[in-house]
């Protein structure tokens, strides 16, 4: 990373970490900002952070976190090789989806985020992520696993590996999905994968 860019990003975690733009920082013990190499060419993004996630201030560390590395491990990824961020950086109660004037307050963020890594592909976990970053009336269930190229950007997006958990049926179509992730890094992305 450049040095200015790191410093911006830095800047922009620390900033980020105190945020009051929207009613969950009332209820969250702290704000999950991303894990993970901040010059990526791969950005993962999630919905929000649940109870371990609160707790540990790093997302996907429960048990969907766990599915998760699995995912990523089938194709020889890691964390380390990725950046991996939610929608909504503070836990909503109960594990609720996030209210959409909750994801408008905490986009601008991502969006920071996103302008600093300058990803080549954007991988949505879940519905609700690729609602707000694929197409509003986006199917996870007709749509999983396709390409769009859209802002500069590949993005697809995957079911949520919570999902996964309660209905593993759709293990396969997922693993499936993950192949189809790896065939697009080794088309657009220089660093991320070895030869
Ligand atoms: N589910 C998400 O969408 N994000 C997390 O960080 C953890 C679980
Ligand atoms: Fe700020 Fe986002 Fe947390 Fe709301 S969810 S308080 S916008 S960081």
Known sequence: MTEIRDSQWEQLKKECLTCTRCALSGTRTQVVFGVGDPLSEVLFIGEGPGQEED???EPFVGRAGQLLDVM??????????????????CRPPNNRDPLNIEQDA?????????????PKIIVCLGRVAAMKIIR????????????????????????????????????????????????????????????
Not at 72 to 89: C, D, F, M, T
Not at 107 to 118: F, M, N
Request: charged share 30%; glycine share 6%; aromatic share 10%.
């Open 55 to 57: 707790l540990r201030g």
């Open 72 to 89: 990523l491990a089938s194709v020889g990824l890691q964390r380390e090789n990725i950046y991996i961020a939610n929608i909504v950086k």
């Open 106 to 118: 905490c986009i601008g963020w991502l969006r920071e985020q996103v302008k600093l890594i300058r």
């Open 136 to 195: 509003p009336d986006y199917k996870i269930t007709a749509e999983h696993g396709r390409w769009v190229e859209k802002g500069g950007f590949w993005m697809t997006a995957l079911y949520h590996p919570a999902f996964l958990l309660r209905d593993p049926r759709h293990k396969p179509d997922t693993f499936a999905d993950m192949k189809s992730l790896e065939i697009k890094i080794r088309e657009v992305c220089a660093r991320t994968l070895p030869d």
